[in-house]
């Protein structure tokens, strides 16, 4: 069953912290995004990775960075983590191209206290 | 910024009955309208998706109506049941872009009473 794995369902931290959510895939997809979720807001892109190495801002990448070394892994690092990136955190991968559907995973809960 | 606004935030209806979410948007670049399903502790799941060179497409009891001219789509899901209680998204993209970027509206959260 092809997946998309996030290493942590939740997770507490404390403001100012440097924070790392991995997010590993195995279905050989190009394409890597991670979104936030929260209530009234939908989903928003932080950031997005076509290729290897290569990565776009999304519409909310104030705070994030990401790392894209291999294929398979991307990760969302949040530099010095605040109590407004509380949220839930997921990770998405797809083939290249739009018209071929996202695989999430299960999201991560972060917490910022 | 481009949006997709959906609408309504939330929807309770009776099972058997028709549960009907809309979405809007305002890029006309935009191509590829898919429809994602979520529930409770798990990620989104694509449910259905339409092009707008169709009017409606229909997967089982889930259906999009789309209307190019008003900007606008729609998921019906006919005789709804209990296990379609669940938070509904819809989005939009260039499909033609390869890096395949999708814009979600805000959600819909439905709840079919048994």
């Known amino acids: 069953d092809v997946k998309v794995t996030q290493s942590s369902r939740y997770l507490v931290k404390r403001t100012g912290e440097k924070v790392f959510l991995e997010c590993v895939q195995d279905?050989?997809?190009?394409?890597m995004f991670w979104y936030r979720q929260d209530p009234g807001l939908g989903l928003r892109l932080i950031y997005f990775s076509y290729d290897v190495k290569m990565k776009e801002k999304g519409d909310i990448p104030e705070g994030y960075s990401v790392s894209r070394e291999k294929k398979e892994r991307f990760s969302l690092i949040l530099e010095s983590a605040s109590t407004n990136q509380t949220s839930m955190y997921l990770c998405?991968?797809?083939?290249?191209?739009?018209?071929?559907?996202?695989?999430f995973g299960s999201g991560t809960r972060l917490t910022v206290v | 910024q481009q949006q997709v606004k959906q609408s309504p935030q939330s929807l309770i209806v009776q099972k058997g009955g028709i549960s009907i979410i809309n979405c809007a948007y305002e890029n006309t670049a935009f191509d590829y309208f898919p429809w994602y399903q979520q529930f409770p502790g798990k990620g989104p799941a694509l449910l259905i998706a339409i092009r707008p060179d169709v009017s409606e497409k229909k997967e089982g009891r889930f259906t999009i109506s789309f209307n190019k001219s008003a900007k606008q789509f729609s998921l019906h899901i006919m005789d709804s049941q209990p296990g379609d209680s669940a938070t509904y998204f819809c989005?939009?993209?260039?499909?033609?872009?390869?890096?395949?970027?999708?814009?979600f509206g805000q959600g819909t959260t439905l709840q079919v009473k048994p």
């Open positions: 998405a991968s797809s083939l290249s191209g739009a018209t071929y559907g996202y695989t």
């Open positions: 989005a939009a993209s260039r499909g033609s872009s390869n890096t395949g970027k999708l814009i």
């Open positions: 279905m050989d997809h190009e394409n």
